[in-house]
């Protein structure tokens, strides 16, 4: 019962605190200039080089597993800034999106939607991949034949 109840106690914290956290950084955006130093930078090839499962090989036949496993972290946490910075520049997108969805010409209301479709699933993929991060490769393999199994 204490068990429970401290659970819940916690997670009602959580809630709140990112309830707050995102009214902090909750910024009016009605333009292209409010964007302006407000988004930031994400450089897509640097990002795809530290994702790339042949660099990974490429690094792991090359250097000491001490050395190895070093790098490894450090690609990581770069990844994860980068998903970071892509998941902080998409609520900026979706914002703006929202404002367009509003206008009078329909062709830039339509514009608006699209935006917000496209924000919202960068937002979604970028957390998603913020969670593969974390999680090991062999963990999700074993996850999905689990899943598959009891599946059939």
Known sequence: MILSFSLVTVALAILLLLLYLEGVHRSPVSRMQDLTGRTRPVDIDAFR????PKEDEFLRVNLC???????????????????RNTTHNAVFLLRLGEVAAQSADPRIALAGKQLIESALRLR?????????????????????????????
């Open 49 to 52: 080089n530290l994702t790339d």
């Open 124 to 152: 979604a993929y970028a957390l998603l991949s913020r969670a593969q991060l974390y999680v090991p490769r062999d963990a999700i393999f074993l996850w999905q034949v689990g899943r598959q199994l009891s599946a059939s």
């Open 65 to 83: 597993p001490r050395e190895f496993r070093t790098i490894q972290r450090e690609r990581a946490r770069s990844a994860m800034d980068y998903l």
